[in-house]
């Protein structure tokens, strides 16, 4: 009896309050400032991209919808289906009357029971246009925060139960305007409480309706906790690869860098990284064991991947001590396949599969053009890439190009086959000029990226107002013509910040179909280092 007394001496005093503020604010709109806000966490739309349209009448249907929007369930009420939309709107009599826009939005609001209609003469109307009182919408706010019961005639002791003592005011208004609407939304959402016991705002955010830090930009909350770089998950792909999950966005650089990991087969023993590639997600990282048959994981056993101290998320804070995954399952008993045949010269092809694969013989492949037959040598097998690079002993001719593995003949690193396989390849000569790419430019090193093999003496250098560049050079002969080319940097550091990197041949540098590359420049931004 005494918190009822208390709860009725609140709304008495919010009442007389208002009945003094209702002439002021008659001239005007009082929350403009509040409709921004939720306009800004996606929780209210205006009339238009440039207008609230706060001194707009509100009729019943933008009632709905505004209390639907501000609960974040748009995206719900948006799609039911059509069948859906006219199962609910079968229960009211009027229901032509509603805009096509609006339908989606009134049969969510009947569906959930935020509306049950309005009872006339035995029949349900759902009122589209009808002018909305106070009352009718804060027991519609308060419907939608799940209070099933509360009372039509009377929800102002609720409305102070759920952090809305100030809708009291709009018990003396018979007709609202949005801006009426959006007060009593804005303190749903700043301080509104659900039936359940749990804030309005942190059930938007717990439901992903309402992102945190938007929401604290806005006022309506506390800013969230600043999320510590973490390893979510670590996969063993196959007895050569890990793909290590961050909860998070990683810095690329620091992803790229194989010195910031370590990998531990049976959980001890150290296994050397020879690459790791960072996927389009900014979270993903495959990591590869070094070259050669024996550098690889045990089969059914378990590994241990470490990323060290300082490396860096994508905000560029660093942990402050490693980060370690030690429950990595190894278990590869999947076949691998032969999945594609793609030339990279007129004498090169490379050969991919789903996975890396081990040494092969000579006789391990065919390639056939009707009734020629090509010689070859493998030239390469890249781990990271999974493919088998072949150099055929004459050019290849334009046309449909069949290649074959033999069975028993290719084998990934747990001794799985790779089924005897055709793939008929249309070749076509490039003609195109090769293009570069900086994929990293650290201290010590810069790296550069074809988008196909070349080979010849390419110089690099880069340039900064005020330093002294510095020319690395680099040679490789068509038998060893590499897309990924680094350049040693370590005796003249290359400086942090906005530099020029040229990318020059000296004399001819050429892709394997014979197209010259022509010099390049690149502003790119170098990673900081430590003196």
């Known amino acids: 009896m005494r918190n009822l007394k208390k709860i009725v001496a609140v709304i008495m005093a919010v009442a007389m309050i208002a009945s003094m503020m209702v002439p002021a604010l008659a001239a005007g709109v009082a929350n403009e400032t509040q409709a921004q806000a939720l306009k800004n966490v996606g929780l209210f739309k205006g009339v238009s991209d440039t207008d609230l349209g706060l001194a707009n009448n509100l009729p019943r249907i933008q009632a709905m919808t505004l209390v639907i929007r501000a609960k974040g369930q748009d995206a719900a009420a948006l799609a039911l289906t059509q069948a859906e939309i006219d199962e609910q ?13 609006g339908k989606a939005y009134a049969a969510f609001a009947l569906k959930t029971g935020i509306t049950n209609g309005v009872g006339r003469g035995g029949k349900v109307y759902f009122d589209t246009n009808a002018k909305v009182d106070g009352k009718t919408f804060v027991t519609l706010t308060l419907r939608a925060m799940g209070y099933a019961n509360v009372d039509f005639a009377n929800p102002w002791e609720t409305a102070v139960k759920a952090g809305l003592a100030s809708a009291v005011s709009l018990g003396f208004k018979a007709s609202l305007v949005r801006d009426d609407a959006v007060g009593v939304l804005y303190a749903a959402v700043k301080s509104g409480v659900n039936a359940d016991g749990k804030t309005l705002i942190q059930a938007l955010i717990d439901a992903k309706a309402v992102d945190q830090k938007i929401a604290s930009d806005n006022g309506f909350c506390k800013a969230p906790a600043p999320v510590g770089l973490k390893i979510e998950s670590a996969t063993a792909l196959n007895l050569k690869q890990i793909q290590v999950v961050f909860n998070k966005p990683v810095n690329t650089d620091d992803a790229k860098d194989i010195s910031k990991y370590e990998v531990k087969d049976k959980g001890s023993d150290v296994v050397a990284v020879s690459g790791a590639a960072i996927a389009a997600d900014g979270k993903t990282v495959t990591l590869t064991l070094g070259v050669g048959d024996s550098v690889k994981l045990t089969n059914n056993s378990t590994a241990k991947v470490t990323v060290k101290k300082d490396f860096r998320d994508a905000d560029g804070t660093k942990i402050s001590e490693d980060l370690s995954f030690s429950t990595i399952t190894v278990a590869d008993t ?69 290649v074959k593995v033999g069975t028993n003949k290719v084998f990934d690193f747990a001794g799985n086959m790779v089924f005897e396989k055709t793939i008929t390849y249309a070749f076509a000569k490039v003609a195109t000029a090769p293009t570069a790419s900086i994929d990293s430019a650290k201290p010590g090193e810069i790296k550069v990226k074809f988008d196909r093999p070349v080979y010849g003496t390419i110089d690099v250098s880069h340039g900064v107002k005020g330093y002294e560049a510095y020319t690395v050079s680099k040679t490789a002969i068509d038998s060893a013509a590499a897309d990924s080319w680094t350049f040693d940097f370590s005796n003249k550091k290359v400086p942090a910040g906005t530099i020029t990197i040229f990318v020059t041949p000296n004399g001819d540098v050429k892709d394997l179909y014979g197209n010259k590359f022509v010099a390049t420049s690149f502003s790119v931004t170098a990673v900081s280092y430590t003196h």
Request: hydrophobic share 40%; glycine share 6%.
């Open 89 to 101: 709107l079968a229960k009211v009599a009027d229901a032509s009357t509603i805009p096509s826009w």
């Open 334 to 402: 999947v076949f691998p396949n032969f999945d594609k045949v793609e030339a990279v010269g007129l004498k090169t092809l490379r050969l991919y599969f789903s996975e890396p694969v081990k040494s092969v013989p000579t006789d391990a492949f065919s390639v056939k053009a009707g009734s020629y037959t090509w010689t070859y040598s493998v030239s390469k097998i890249d781990d990271a890439g999974k493919y088998v690079e072949i150099t055929l002993g004459t050019n290849l001719l334009e046309g449909n190009v069949d």
